[in-house]
């Protein structure tokens, strides 16, 4: 019997999804640190899960609603990280770029990107996007 194909994580860790980003989308445990915050961040917008980005957006910077049920245009292609490091235990910064098409048209988002440790949680406090 052949073995089942394991789907890898989109978030690009090669590692399968049920093990890397899908068990803090689905709140089974929180992200250990920035980069693994920022990484289910990018798979929570490939499968459109609204609720999870705004559960880790930072209250002082959320926004009341992303439009993502609406967006059927948009298609994520890939999610490449740059640096990540902690200045303490508390704050952190990711610089990745995320690949996407909408309507058939290739685009590419540079952020870098400030966290926070809010209690256990680590939240997303705001980026600073990269002019192509």
Known sequence: MKAKPVDLCPCGSQRPAS???LPLLDGLRP???PEALMRSR???YVLGNEPYLLRTWAAENRPDSLGLADDT???WLGLTVHHA???NDREGEVRFT???K???KAHRLTETSRFRLEG???VYVDGVIEEA
Request: aromatic letters at 12%.
């Open 19 to 21: 093990a890397c980003c």
């Open 31 to 33: 992200a250990a640190t």
């Open 42 to 44: 990018y798979v929570a």
């Open 73 to 75: 245009a948009t298609k």
């Open 85 to 87: 490091r902690q200045a």
């Open 98 to 100: 995320a690949r996407y």
């Open 102 to 104: 909408v309507q058939g």
């Open 120 to 122: 256990e949680q680590w």
